[in-house]
């Protein structure tokens, strides 16, 4: 019923900025939180940020408060994820994912219903 589709992963130098984007699309109806989690090789997938249907709440894993925000544009129902002062320790699969039956997104990747293919984000030293 939701499509997900990210975009704008690459590769950037350390205290570099990316931004990326995650096209959500379906039958269902918009309300929903979607989130960020990324998943580094050998590592458990993790959450990285979180934002309400309409915006108005948001949550960040303390690894980047400060430094990403994620924001949305709800006529199109897409959610977004700025990255700023990029580190080493960042790269990953990133993947944005929708809790459509929650009004408050989780942190937990298990609580979340659709999931992208995910964009791979490089930090070089």
């Known amino acids: 019923q939701v499509q997900l589709v990210e975009s704008g992963g690459g590769l950037v130098q350390a205290g570099g900025s990316l931004r990326l984007s995650c096209a959500a699309s379906?039958?269902?109806?918009?309300?929903?939180?979607m989130g960020w989690f990324r998943q580094a090789p050998g590592k458990q997938r993790e959450f990285v940020a979180m934002i309400t249907w309409n915006g108005g709440s948001t949550d960040y894993a303390d690894s980047v408060k400060g430094r990403f925000t994620i924001s949305k544009d709800i006529a199109k129902n897409t959610v977004f994820l700025q990255m700023n002062s990029l580190k080493p320790e960042d790269t990953a699969v990133y993947y944005c994912?929708?809790?459509?039956?929650?009004?408050?997104?989780?942190?937990?990747?298990?609580?979340?219903?659709?999931w992208g293919q995910g964009t791979q984000v490089t930090v070089s030293s």
């Open positions: 994912a929708a809790d459509t039956d929650s009004y408050f997104g989780g942190r937990r990747y298990l609580e979340y219903d659709y």
């Open positions: 379906g039958r269902t109806f918009s309300r929903y939180p």
